[in-house]
C-alpha cells in the first residue's frame, strides 16, 4: 500500500498570506496524485488533479506542483473561504490512499 | 446533473452488518466505476474499494477484506456497500464517490454522495 504524508499536520495563517501544504508518498505514484479541500460536514470536494491541474471552478490561487514522491499544494493569497482541512489522494494503482489531511486554520 | 444520493443514517450493535445504498443520475450508472470512502469523526479519508458497475467486479482495501462487500443493482442504477462484523471503530461517514472518467477504477472523484453515518454501540 502507498502511504501518503501530509505535512504539517495544522497550519497557522491570516489571510491574504501564502499557504504552502506538502503530500510525501512512501513510493513513486508519477503525477498521479489530487489535493481536496473538505470544509465541516461537507464532502471533500477535488481541487487539483494529476499533480498540477486545476479542476473545473476552482480559483487560480490554487495550484499544485510535484512528481514522483513529493507534492506541494500552494494557495498564493488565502481567502476566508480557504479554511479547511486538505487531503491529497493517490490514484498511481488499482488502491488508492488518501494522506491524514493539513487542518489549515485562522491565525 | 451528477446527484449521488446515499441512504440514512443507522445505528448497529457490534457483530452486526449494515448495508449502505447510493443512487446514481444524470449519466450512465454502468459506464464509471464506484468507489466508497469512510471517514471517522475527526479523523481522515479511508479509502475502501470500488465496484465496476458494468461488470459487478470488485477491489477491496486489504484492510477491509473478508468483511466488505460491494455489489451493484443495475436496473435502479444504485450501488451498495455491506460491512459485516462491525467493530465500535466502524463509527464513521461512509461516502460514495465517482469520478468524470469513464471505464477507469483509478481515478480521482469529482462527485461524492452526501455521506451516511453509521454508528456502532452496544
Known amino acids: 500500500e502507498i502511504v501518503l504524508t501530509q505535512s504539517p499536520a495544522t497550519l497557522s495563517l491570516s489571510p491574504g498570506e501564502r499557504a504552502t501544504l506538502s503530500c510525501r508518498a512512501s513510493q513513486s505514484v508519477s503525477s498521479y496524485l489530487a489535493w481536496y479541500q473538505q470544509k465541516p460536514g461537507q464532502a471533500p470536494r477535488l481541487l487539483i488533479y494529476d499533480a498540477s491541474n486545476r479542476a473545473t471552478g476552482i480559483p487560480a490561487r490554487f495550484s499544485g506542483s510535484g512528481s514522483g514522491t513529493d507534492f506541494t499544494l500552494t494557495i498564493s493569497s488565502l481567502e476566508p473561504e480557504d479554511f479547511a482541512v486538505y487531503y491529497c489522494q493517490q490514484r498511481s494503482n488499482w488502491r488508492s490512499t488518501f494522506g491524514q489531511g493539513t487542518r489549515l486554520e485562522i491565525k | 446533473q451528477v446527484q449521488l444520493v446515499q441512504s440514512g443514517a443507522e445505528v448497529k450493535k457490534p457483530g452486526a452488518s449494515v448495508k449502505v445504498s447510493c443512487k446514481a443520475s444524470?449519466?450512465?450508472?454502468?459506464?464509471?466505476?464506484m468507489h466508497w470512502v469512510r471517514q471517522a469523526p475527526g479523523q481522515g479519508l479511508e479509502w475502501m474499494g470500488w465496484?465496476?458497475?458494468?461488470?459487478?467486479?470488485?477491489n477491496y482495501a486489504q484492510k477491509f477484506q473478508g468483511r466488505v462487500t460491494m455489489t451493484r443493482d443495475t436496473s435502479i442504477s444504485t450501488a451498495y456497500m455491506e460491512l459485516s462484523r462491525l467493530r465500535s471503530d466502524d463509527t464513521a461517514v461512509y461516502y460514495c464517490a465517482s469520478s468524470s472518467i469513464a471505464a477507469r477504477p483509478d481515478v480521482y472523484f469529482d462527485y461524492w454522495g452526501q455521506g451516511t453515518l453509521v454508528t456502532v454501540s452496544s
Open positions: 444524470g449519466y450512465t450508472f454502468t459506464g464509471y466505476y
Open positions: 465496484i465496476n458497475p458494468n461488470s459487478g467486479g470488485t
